[in-house]
């Protein structure tokens, strides 16, 4: 049953890659050494028209058009967590709700009649039982039209304008940023950066919540993120969303929470340290406010070993938990 496993989800990798795939992606894909995935390429060939492309003296393989419908509609559990990922970010007010539903209805309206009334049971059954969690947070009214004008800015490669309230009750104020990420959560933040002006120090990104912005256009003045931007390793820099200079964490798990925090993902960065009985987590992170605030969610399981910063802001932390500042 692994070689048809295989097989398979090698018909779907070669069907679904608008670029197709080479000989070396698709052992790594499939987890075995370059001459199984010769092999299983050549195996397909006699039941599929597998074509190749020559990318930089480098062969691509991929299969165009070879596909019937049962490969490709989707099953009642795939339907069921795109309806239910769609409706959680509905009750959340989230910017790309509108985009989830529009691909579900896409979905749903590609079954034929056959597929619906085979999938209906089913999926009523899971769309009843299941739930996106909607945590505590801002009452949100991001618009359809202001993602779409982030997005715009992005696919054209341009600046993106807005006026924007930074707090609530003050007065809007203009902006114009290179467009360098979306992030979608609870709340929506684009990742903009001031354009460079001559005469002025060069600013780092920064987040704007999308649902605080209006009159949002795309810019005649281009810009756009560099080719060697990381959002991913940006977005690592925090622990959340504010923005500070970072800090090397230590963090001292007691014998009663080990268990708990090597199954729990503090930072992408993290490092696991066996201490006797006890567990050090070691990140390099901003954020400080952020930390202490999730560490009280382990209720004293969880020692702030360094830097001194984040103990002071543990401790103003607490004193205002209690009432005392």
């Known amino acids: 049953m692994g070689k048809l496993r295989r097989a398979l989800t090698l018909v779907h990798l070669l069907s679904e890659s608008s670029e197709g795939l080479t000989l070396d992606e698709i052992a790594c894909e499939l987890g075995v050494n370059r001459r199984t995935a010769e092999r299983l390429r050549d195996a397909l060939r006699e039941e599929f028209d ?4 020559l990318d930089d003296r480098t062969k691509r393989f991929f299969i165009r058009d070879s596909l019937r419908r049962i490969y490709t509609r989707p099953s009642a559990e795939e ?5 239910t990922e769609a409706a959680g970010r509905r009750a959340e007010g989230a910017a790309h709700a509108v985009h989830l539903e529009s691909l579900l209805a896409k979905v749903k309206s590609a079954l034929d009649h056959r597929e619906r009334a085979r999938l209906a049971p089913d999926l009523d059954a899971l769309v009843r039982l299941q739930r996106s969690r909607v945590v505590a947070g801002p009452l949100l009214d991001a618009t359809a039209e202001a993602l779409g004008a982030v997005q715009g800015a992005i696919l054209s490669g341009h600046c993106l304008e807005f006026d924007y309230v930074a707090e609530s009750g003050e007065q809007p104020k203009w902006r114009r940023v290179i467009p360098y990420g979306l992030i979608h959560g609870a709340t929506t933040y684009l990742v903009g950066k001031v354009p460079l002006r001559l005469g002025r120090p060069e600013q780092e990104p920064a987040f704007f919540r999308v649902d605080r912005m209006t009159d949002t256009r795309v810019s005649n003045l281009v810009g756009c993120a560099p080719d060697d931007w990381d959002l991913d ?8 969303i504010w923005r500070e200079e970072d800090h090397e964490i230590v963090l001292r798990v007691l014998p009663s929470a080990v268990a708990r925090a090597r199954s729990w993902r503090f930072h992408p960065g993290q490092a696991l340290e066996r201490d006797g009985d006890e567990l050090l987590v070691r990140f390099r992170s901003g954020g400080l406010r952020e930390i202490a605030e999730h560490l009280f969610t382990w209720g004293g399981d969880i020692r702030i070993e360094s830097p001194e910063a984040l103990r002071k802001v543990m401790r103003e932390r607490v004193l205002l938990a209690l009432g005392s500042v």
């Open 50 to 53: 597998v074509e190749e492309r």
């Open 79 to 83: 339907v069921a967590a795109l309806q």
């Open 233 to 240: 390793t940006w977005l690592a820099g925090s622990f959340g």
